[in-house]
């Protein structure tokens, strides 16, 4: 036998074929609902060569219409809107489609809004100071099935799931005042003098008056004080 004769079985062993490549994967489809158009046109700025943006809404009912239309990927969601707020954005299109994906995006970053909008079936809770490439990265994990939330909010749901949040008692507490009560509250609570109120609100430092106070009757509390350790005891500002 020469030298470069190899007995039958012992040659150079083929390569075995590897794994079937992974085809790229195309931009992420979102729908955005926000009821400022300035910040709808921001966000598409910052995602849009990463994402395509299939439409954009302002209230509820055309939000519940778009998102039925295109049906993204993922829907980009404000919590609080014109028409029933995110929450009600969420209940009608899961009735619909209830595999449909939602990531909050909103500048609030209070207790309340976000167990409210994870009850009511998104993926995720980010907060509007979020960059843009978190953004699109928060996107696609949502998309693929991750749950995403901003570091501190994160610490909400826990703290829900594990009854440190009496989620019940806040719920219950919060119903007996109205939207705009709840933002009269919540700035009284961080610390704002009525004058800053009323220019944060656009409403007149009489109309804040009579808020407080109507915040106050409603919850049995005596004074802004008690108001302040209420809110920081439920973990809403």
């Known amino acids: 036998m020469s030298d470069q004769q190899q007995p039958d079985g012992l040659g150079t062993p083929s390569a075995e074929p590897g794994p079937e490549p992974v085809p790229p994967q195309g931009p992420r489809t979102v729908v955005i609902v926000d009821d400022h ?3 709808r046109s921001g966000v598409r700025a910052e995602i849009g060569t990463r994402c395509r943006v299939l439409g954009e809404a302002e209230d509820v009912d055309t939000a519940v219409r778009v998102i039925s239309e295109t049906k993204p990927e993922v829907v980009l969601l404000d919590v609080h809107l014109p028409g029933g707020g995110g929450t009600e ?7 619909q489609d209830p595999d449909q994906k939602f990531l909050a995006l909103s500048v609030s970053d ?5 167990i409210g909008v994870i009850r009511g079936g998104a993926r995720g809770y980010v907060t509007k100071s979020i960059s843009g490439s978190e953004l699109i990265d928060a996107i696609r994990r949502v998309a693929e099935g991750d749950a995403v939330f901003s570091p501190r909010l994160a610490g909400f749901v826990l703290d ?3 009854g440190a949040i009496d989620i019940a008692s806040v719920d219950e507490d919060l119903d007996r005042l109205s939207p ?3 933002e009269v509250m919540r700035l009284i609570a961080r610390g704002y003098a009525y004058k800053e109120v009323a220019k944060e609100l656009f409403i007149s430092i009489k109309t804040v008056e009579t808020h407080v106070s109507s915040v106050l009757r409603k919850l049995q509390l005596s004074n ?6 209420w809110a920081t005891d439920r973990r809403l500002v």
């Open 37 to 39: 158009a300035m910040f």
């Open 89 to 95: 954005v969420l209940r009608r299109v899961h009735e």
């Open 110 to 114: 209070a207790a309340e809004d976000v």
């Open 160 to 162: 829900a799931f594990s």
């Open 180 to 182: 705009r009560e709840r």
């Open 224 to 229: 802004r004080h008690q108001l302040t350790r």
